[in-house]
């Protein structure tokens, strides 16, 4: 049972039972426990291992449920078709819950990691950001300002579609690994005047724009807030910049897990390779199928 405690909620505002919610949604890491993990990293701090997802004691019971139904929703019709297959070559009518779903899951990840927006130019931007998600998530009007939200789904194969890393090398591998089991998020400004948050779950890239001069930027699928349609056979990830910095964004969590391997010692590394490929339901899953080509790529 999620343990409760009393404060103020996040989204309404009203002293209430905070309940112990999941930041990244909960059936995502219900995916990754199904195909070979029981704990869990985010990519820009890999020293935290979590069993069960971050949680934090930050929305009451009705906020909780808005969010849940949203999450039900995407988890159902887009998440698992997508992972499995379904979507590749299909058309997806989607309802206005994939855009509240994408403003919920945003406003959460930036309101967790705000603080680590270097500049107060683009600090106070984000926090005006956070606050109108907020009013909308509330039952408030269409975000004005901040209102421009974006999807890219994203698989290896897409990812590599321009043929830009080696089948078999460490990288290779580190991209597959990134992209499938990984949680990350940022603010990418690397672009004047272009300021964009990205939180990223397993599979998918969510984007908000925060400033935005250069409208020649593809961050993947925009989200209509009334609904809309998603031509999965002929979408493709981004323009240059975007998939640069994704790229970028896969080397620096690989440079950060590696540090922590150099904290680890051989012995230690060998054994949770061999719990991995000896436990039953571990050793044909998708985890130790990418350890072992992590330790062939070496």
């Known amino acids: 049972m999620a343990k409760t405690r009393i404060g103020i909620c996040a989204l309404t505002g009203e002293k209430c039972e905070l309940q112990e919610s999941h930041i990244y949604p909960k059936f995502v890491y219900k995916h990754l426990k199904q195909t070979g993990g029981s704990r869990f990293r985010v990519a820009n701090n890999p020293n935290q291992a979590l069993q069960d997802g971050l949680k934090k004691h930050l929305l009451g019971s009705w906020a909780e449920l808005e969010f849940s139904k949203r999450e039900k929703w995407f988890a159902e019709n887009i998440f698992s078709p997508f992972i499995n297959g379904q979507l590749a070559n299909t058309k997806l009518i989607y309802t206005e819950d994939l ?9 959460r990840v930036l309101l967790l990691t705000k603080d680590n927006v ?7 931007k984000c926090d005006e950001a956070l606050e109108e998600w907020r009013s909308f998530l509330n039952g408030g009007s269409l975000p004005n300002t901040y209102g421009n939200i974006y999807m890219m789904p994203i698989t290896p194969e897409l990812f590599d579609k321009e043929q830009l890393i080696q089948p078999g090398t460490r990288e ?3 991209v597959q ?4 089991r990984s949680f990350d998020s940022d603010l990418f400004g690397l672009i004047p005047n272009n300021n964009t948050f990205f939180c990223k779950i397993p599979y ?7 400033e935005r001069d250069n409208q020649q930027m593809n961050y993947g699928l925009r989200i ?13 990830i981004g323009n240059g910049y975007v998939k640069e910095y994704v790229f970028l964004r896969i080397l620096l969590a690989a440079q950060k897990a590696d540090e922590v391997s150099e904290n680890m010692s051989k012995e230690q590394q060998d054994k949770i390779l061999q719990f991995t490929l000896q436990d039953k339901h571990l050793r044909n899953s998708e985890l130790a199928d990418l350890l072992i080509q992590m330790g062939m790529a070496h």
Request: hydrophobic share 45%; aromatic share 28%; with cysteine.
């Open 99 to 107: 855009y509240y779903f994408c403003i919920s899951l945003l406003w």
């Open 118 to 124: 270097i500049g107060e130019e683009e600090r106070r």
């Open 172 to 174: 290779s591998v580190e």
């Open 177 to 180: 690994w990134y992209i499938r």
């Open 204 to 210: 998918f890239f969510f984007w908000a724009a925060i």
């Open 224 to 236: 209509s807030p009334n609904g809309g349609k998603i031509d999965f056979k002929r979408f493709h």
